[in-house]
């Protein structure tokens, strides 16, 4: 064996690592808009993308209502619902927020933000509370 052929394997090895090293970490650094289940919800904060989805496990004894605001800081218009329901347009430039109850039972709620009609990228700052 010579030393050519030692060197050529070591730099496969390596690049080999580094590529299987590398790769896993791409999902940590990966952006979600996919919130956590939480017993209460609030968030704020601010989106860019092309939709912005939060979900929530929520219950009534953490409050009756839901609040979801947003300013459209973008360039298209933003339509936003909760659980498919309660949608709003906002034009770019304008805020505004949509309400929802909040059901007995423990149950999944879902708020979004999507650019509307032709598709796009959207730019929101939002808010997002359960309130009594």
Do not use: C
């Not at 949608?87 to 999944?108: C, E, N, Q, Y």
């Not at 730019?123 to 359960?130: G, K, P």
């Amino acid at each position: 064996m010579n030393l050519k052929s030692v060197f050529k394997g070591v730099v496969s090895s390596v690049l080999v690592f580094g590529l299987i090293a590398g790769t896993s970490t791409i999902p940590a650094f990966a952006e979600s808009t996919e919130s956590s289940s939480k017993d209460n919800a609030t968030e704020s904060g601010s989106y860019s993308g092309t939709e912005f989805q939060a979900t929530y496990r929520l219950k009534k004894s953490n409050g009756a209502k839901l609040n979801f605001w947003i300013k459209n800081t973008g360039k298209v218009s933003v339509k936003i619902s909760i659980n498919g329901g309660q949608k709003r347009t906002l034009a770019p430039g304008k805020s505004g927020h949509i309400s929802a109850p909040v059901g007995s039972l423990s149950s999944d709620y879902k708020f979004k933000a999507v650019p509307t009609p032709n598709g796009g990228k959207i730019s929101i700052s939002f808010r997002i509370a359960q309130k009594a």
